[in-house]
């Protein structure tokens, strides 16, 4: 069992088309995974090995016909709030307690296609719009490097299960880092692709137009490609996507993405954030051995127009929020998260000139970025100034030994989905806690390749390997209902 949860997806399935593993073989190891270590990390809420055993027997019975599908019998969960047609799927809201999905998705759509086997549905902050994992229904999810601490959020459910070898492969949404920060925060890879490069035309209704993306958190690079390979690609239902050459050719295009490319190291990104000596330290580390194998990296910072922060774009989700559930958070009708609360009645109060000028900030924001990325191909940051903090609380107390909000340990992430560009997260090293800090990987909208290239050569550059599983040591278990 410990060989096939240590696999790598690619892994996995190559041996399953070489026929020496079955795909019921790999599902009903991973599922005694699920069954030893869920119940500490509360990572998959929804878990029904009947039905993806049925799911295994089918991938075993399209190979045995000769199908070749690239993910046949790869396990793979998805996130709380990605629609699986006949499941409940929550948001991790009280409100879509009883919510069947009258559909899939079309990311889950093309994974059923390529033969993955889908395992569980992973914990979500309530509708996707909190740093940490926890909700009235599910209760909070755990890091499996340390069960006190939080994973992050909104994915935090889908990082653990990856980080602990609960799947290889976790789908999930990203609109303002939910993606890249839970995989920094427990030692995985995880991608925001370009906004429109996966079409996502059937789903809940997302609060921040056009800033929420389908994401893969992975333990390998490769295995990001070998998602972005399958879910790639255009759709007319959906408005917001596009028609992009080479999608769905990212093995392919990893081989053509610039072989020098002009790498830009923003250590504050030009905007003075905290950040803890030892994340800039393990990320300065990360650069110089990309400089020593030859890269060429100069230290450069985008230019900002006056008044950018993170609470500039805000009005957009809190506005959203109220659009979506105001009314009926007016009338009552669930048991709400106190912080999603706080944000609701915030938008309630926010004005139409304050969304407007949110929107037009979005584009000056863009147009900054490009001309930026007219001089450089590629940005590095620190994906998160800080690594993993007790997961009873929305942040960190400080970072860089300075008093911080709730959201200072977001600041380096919402800006790139804003603006619709990719973003990578790759570990790049350990802190002094042994805890994982995450590098992040920005490029122009549509180098997704690029961008996924340059996190490849950081990966095979680090000097711990995250690839294997992390089996969380025996710890105290807070109260399932903490949010």
Known sequence: MENIASSSAHQLARRIRAGELTALEVHDAFAERIGMLNPTLNAIVS?????????????DARIAAGDHAPLLGVPYTVKDNIWVEGRIVSQGSALFA??????????????????????????????????????????????????????????????????????????????????????????????KPSAGLIAHPYGFEEPVFGNSVIGQITRTV??????????????????????????????????????????????????????????????????????VAGAS?????????EGTTEQALMPLQFAGLAALYGERYRAGAW???????????????????????????????????????????????????????PFSRLGPSEIEGLPTTPRGHAVFTPIFNHTYLPACSVPCG?????????????????????????????????EFDFAGPRTPAPGVIASKHVV
């Open 98 to 191: 009883n919510f069947v999905a009258p559909r899939d998705a079309l990311a889950v759509e093309r994974m059923r296609n390529a033969g993955a086997v889908l395992l569980g549905i992973t914990n979500c902050s309530e509708f996707a719009c909190k740093g940490v994992t926890t909700n009235r229904i599910h209760g909070p999810t755990r890091n499996p490097w340390d069960l006190t601490l939080t994973s992050g959020g909104s994915s935090g459910g889908a990082a653990s299960a990856v980080a602990a070898g609960l799947c290889p492969i976790g789908i999930t949404t990203g609109g303002g880092g939910w993606t890249r920060r839970p995989a920094a925060l427990v030692g995985a890879v995880g991608m």
């Open 47 to 59: 878990f029904d090995p009947e039905t993806s055993r049925a799911e295994a027997r089918r991938a």
């Open 297 to 305: 990296v100069q230290e450069a910072d985008p230019t900002w127009p």
């Open 222 to 291: 490769g295995d990001v490609v070998a998602a972005l390979d399958v879910l790639a690609g255009h759709d007319r239902a959906d408005p917001n996507s596009a028609d992009v050459p080479g999608a769905g050719h990212f093995v392919e295009g990893l081989r053509h993405a610039a072989r020098e490319p002009r790498i830009a190291f923003s250590p504050r990104l030009g905007l003075g954030f905290a950040v803890d000596i030892d994340v800039a330290q393990g990320v300065r580390r990360a650069v110089a051995r990309l400089e």
């Open 430 to 462: 350990l802190d002094g806690n042994g805890l994982p800090i995450g590098l992040q990987i920005i490029g122009p909208r549509f180098a997704d390749a690029s961008v996924l290239a340059l996190a490849s050569q950081v990966e095979a550059q680090n």
């Open 335 to 389: 048991d709400v998260d106190p912080d999603i609360a706080t944000q609701i009645e915030t938008g309630l109060a926010t004005s139409g000139a304050e969304v407007a000028r949110a929107l037009l900030f979005r584009e000056e924001l863009y147009r900054r970025l490009d001309r930026f990325f007219r001089q450089y191909d590629l940005l590095v940051t620190p994906t998160v100034p800080c690594t993993a903090w």
